[in-house]
C-alpha cells in the first residue's frame, strides 16, 4: 500500500504549490474512517481509495480532486457525515464528496425507465463539478482492474454498465487512455472467447512481423529528420476491445497491419505537424479516404491531430496520426488535461470548465435535461450522442454545423433552426438535390429547401439521430395528430348529436367542457377522437334530459366509415399514436388504416431489432418494413404521406430469433466450415441455410441464413466470425 509521503511526492512532482498538509490530514482522515474494513481482496479497504488517488495523480490533478479520491467512499461506509467533511475539508471538498455517494448506488443497466432517471441523476451530479466524474471513472477503473474479486454474478452487471455509460463518458470528456482502459476491461469480462482469439492473433502477428514495426518507426522518423523537423516517431500496437470494434463495424481483414499498429508522429509546433505530413505524403502513396485534419477543425471532446494511412516502408498500410505534444497531453488526458498548462497553484472548477467544449458537451446535455422530456428519451438522445463520433457540415455560408455520425440534412436543419426543420422539404448537398434520408459526409455542404405550411412526416423521427430534432418532431407530429383527432372527433360529436335528435351549439359545448373533465374544446374533440370519451357521453353533457340510443340505433352505428384497428393487429411494432391503445373498448378510430393490415420485411433486406426501421405503407397490400439503411427506401422519397414512424416492440422476456443473411468468405482448407458453424452456434445463432456461392483454389464464399435476437447478437456473431483465422471476410447482406 502507497505510504503517505509517497502520494504526496506524486502530487508535489506536477504540482510544486501542493497544500502538503491538506493532502496528510485527508489521508490518515481515510485510514482511520474505513478502519479495518476489508476489501474482498482481502486487502484493508483504504487501499482502494489510495489507489483511486493515484489514478488522479497520474491524470496530474488539483488537491481538491485527490482529497475527495481519498474519502470518496467515507460517508456511504463509515460514519462519517457531510457536515464533518465540510467542517475538517471546507464545503467544496464536501460537495465533491456528497456528489460521488450520490451517484455511487445508481444502477445505470437495470430497466431502461430506471436507467434513464439513473443516467440523469448521475449527470446532474456531475453537472456542479466536473471533477466529480473525474473522481468516479478512476474509481471505476480500478474496480474494473479489480473485477476478479467481484463476485461472480456481479461481474458481468458492472463490465456492462463500464462499457455502456462510463467509457464512452470518459471518451465523450477527451479521455482516450481511460476509456480504452475500462473497455478492454469490460470486454475481456464480457466476451472471454473473443478477447483470447484477438490475443491469440496478435501474437502470432508480432512473432510473423518481427522487427517491422521498430523498422518502420526508424524510416519514418528519418524521412522526418531530413527536413529538420525534429519528431519522436511511436508505434504502438491497438487494443483487443478497438480491434473487436473494427471487426464488427467494418469489413476489417485482420492481417492488414494498419488496423493494429497505429504509429504517431509527435512534433513541437502546428507548423511542424504539415511539414511533417508533406514529407509523409511526398514519400509514400496515401491511402484515399483516410486523411482527417483534426487541427484545423478539432472534435467536439478538443481532440486535435491529424489521421493519415500510407503505403509506408515495406509496402504495409500504415495509420499515422501526427499531433503536437501539447494536443497529445490533451489527446490522452482530455479534459483533465486542460489543469497542465495551466498555473498548476489552483486550477480551479472554472479552467476546466471554460476552456472546453467537452464540457460544453455536458453542459448542452443538461440543458436538455432541463427541457423536460422523458427519461427514456433522455436516455435514447444520450445513448445516441455519446456512441457517434461526429461529422462536420457547413451552410451555403460557410457556418460550420457539428452533426453527430449518420446524421441526415434533417438533423442538419434542425440544427440551423427548428423552423428550417419543420419547414424542409428537400435538401442540396454539395449542390445536388439529395434525399434527406441519406447520410451526411465530413466536409458536405448542406442546403435545406423549405416550404410554408409543412409538418414534418412522423416518420422522420426514427431517421435522425439528433436529439434536438427527433424532439422537435416529435412535438410536431404530436400537435398535428391531436388535430386530426381533434378533426375526427367534431364530426363523430356532430353526427351523435344529430343521430339524437338535438340541437348542436359549438357556444354550450364549450360551457359544458367542465362536465367532461376536460379544459378545452379542443380537448374534448381530440378526447373523442381518441376514443377516449364516448360521443353519447358528450351528447348527455349538452342535453341531462337525454337517455341513450335505442337498440336499433346502436346495431346502426356498426360500420360507420372509419376502422377500428384491432388489438395484436401488429405485434412486432408499434406505430406511435395509433397502436399504444390497444384496449379494443376505446379502439381507436383511425382512417386509411385497414382492419388487419398485413406487416412484412422488405425482401432481402431482412431488418432484426437494434435496426432502425421504417414502413412504407402500400395501400390495399399493408406495410412493408426496410431497415433504414436499405437503398430501396430512395424510391419512396418522393412520397413522404406512405413513411410510417414504427419501432420495434419486442417482448425481452420472449425473446425470437429474426433472418438475416450474411456472406462469409473462408479459406479451404479442413475444418474451416466446421468451425464457422461452431461459431455461430455457441454465440446462440440459428443456421437456417447455407449454400456455397462460389469456390476458388484458396477461398470458399458461402451465403448464411441466420436466426437472431437482435443488432447486438448479429453484431457479436459476426465480429466473433471475423476473429478467426480461417475466415477472411464477413459481409452482412443490405446491412
Ligand atoms: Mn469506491
Redesign the pocket.
Known sequence: MMRQYELVERVRRYNANTDEALLDRAYVYAMRAHGTQKRASGDPYFS??LE?AAILTDLKLDDATIVAALL??TIEDTDTTRDEIDGIFGPQIGALVEGLTKIKKLDLVSKQAKQAENLRKLLLAIADDVRVLLVKLA?RLH?MRTLKWVPEEKRNRVAQETLDIYAPLAGRMGMHDMREELEDLSFRQLSPEAYESIRSRLQTLKESNGELVAAIERELSEAVAQKGVSAMVKGREKRPYSIWRKMEQKSVAFEQLSDIYGFRILVDTVEECYAALGVVHTKWPLVPGRFKDYISTPKQNDYRSIHTTVVGPGRQRVELQIRTRMMHEVAEYGIAAHAIYKDMGAPTEDVLARDSSAYAWLRRTIELLAEGSSPEEFLEHTKLELFHDQVFCFTPKGRLIILPRRATPIDFAYAVHTGVGDRAVGAKVNGKVSPLVSELQNGDEVEVITAEGQTPPAAWESIVVTGKARAAIRRATRAAVRAQYAGLGKKIVERAVARAGKAFSEEKLTGAVGRLARSSLEDVYAAVGRGEIRPDDVVKALHPEWTGPRPEEKAALKGEGWFELEQGQSLKFKIPGIESNPDPETAIPIRGINRGLPVRFAPNGGAVPGDRIVGILTPGEGITIYPIQSPALQDFEEEPERWLDVRWDVDENDAQRFPVQIVVVATNEPGSLAQIAQVIGERGGNIDNLRMSSRSADFTQMVIDIGVYDLRHLNGIVADLRAREVVSSVERVNG
Open positions: 482502494h481509495p483511486v470518496h467512499d474509481d474496480n
